[in-house]
């Protein structure tokens, strides 16, 4: 094989690994995972992911992208932090699986029906109203998520334990009409602009 081939292989494989280091959070860190598999042991739903963390790694590294943005092994982390406390080179691998969730999001590749990523999205909805989370209008929202008739059953079932907590007190339904706001909203807002102007200035100098 001649050194140009060699050369533009290397190249290929690279290119992803520099893409995620580039728009990734902590995406520097995958190329420093040794495939010692202790992230996937330590993972409570490790037999349900599609790829264990290490070898979403050793895919980057490998210049796997479709198969590593259309996965949906990165949903799949509820942030338990068990990985990041027993890995051995101390990765920041919950950090990662959400930076890969995120990005795949942003460039609209989120695989179909993906249920952590239609909550993540009602959760934001429903934060960005107000500057808090109302629970009760995120509950239902959950219940209606994957339709009308799903909804309608799952409230049903739900019913007694709903009813329970309105008796002790634990909800209120009144907050259906709208709930309570931070006291300043409106700087609360531009916090989230601000922000959102910042990542977006980031990824245009990354080319992102």
């Known amino acids: ?10 190249k290929y494989r690279n290119s992803f690994l ?19 598999g202790v992230c996937a042991g330590s993972c409570p739903l490790g037999d349900a992911w ?3 963390p290490q070898k979403i790694f050793m895919m980057i590294r490998a210049g796997k992208r479709d198969e590593v943005l259309q996965s949906d092994s990165m949903w799949m982390c509820t942030s338990c932090y068990n990985c990041i406390v027993r890995c051995p080179r101390e990765l ?27 909550f993540a999205q009602l959760f934001w909805n429903n934060l960005m109203k107000k500057g808090r989370v109302n ?15 799903e909804g309608v059953k799952t409230s049903l079932k739900m019913k007694d334990i709903g009813l ?14 709208g ?17 959102q102007e910042l990542e977006d200035a980031r990824l245009a100098k990354h080319g992102g």
Not at 18 to 36: L, T
Not at 97 to 105: D, E, F, P, R, V
Not at 164 to 177: A, D, F, I, Q
């Open 1 to 10: 094989m001649s050194d140009m081939n060699t050369a533009m292989i290397e």
């Open 164 to 177: 329970g907590m309105v008796k002790t007190k634990r909800m209120n339904p009144m907050e259906m009409l």
């Open 92 to 118: 920041p691998i919950t950090h990662i699986m959400h930076g890969l969730a995120h990005y795949a999001k942003r460039l609209g590749i989120v695989p179909q029906g993906q249920p952590t990523a239609k």
């Open 18 to 36: 520099s893409e995620v280091e580039a728009n990734v959070e902590e995406g520097e860190w995958v190329k420093m995972c040794m495939q010692c």
């Open 179 to 195: 709930g309570h706001a931070v006291k300043d909203l409106s700087g609360f807002q531009k916090v989230i602009k601000k922000a």
């Open 135 to 149: 629970e009760l209008k995120l509950g239902i929202s959950l219940y209606f998520m994957n339709g009308f008739g």
């Open 50 to 52: 599609e790829h264990t």
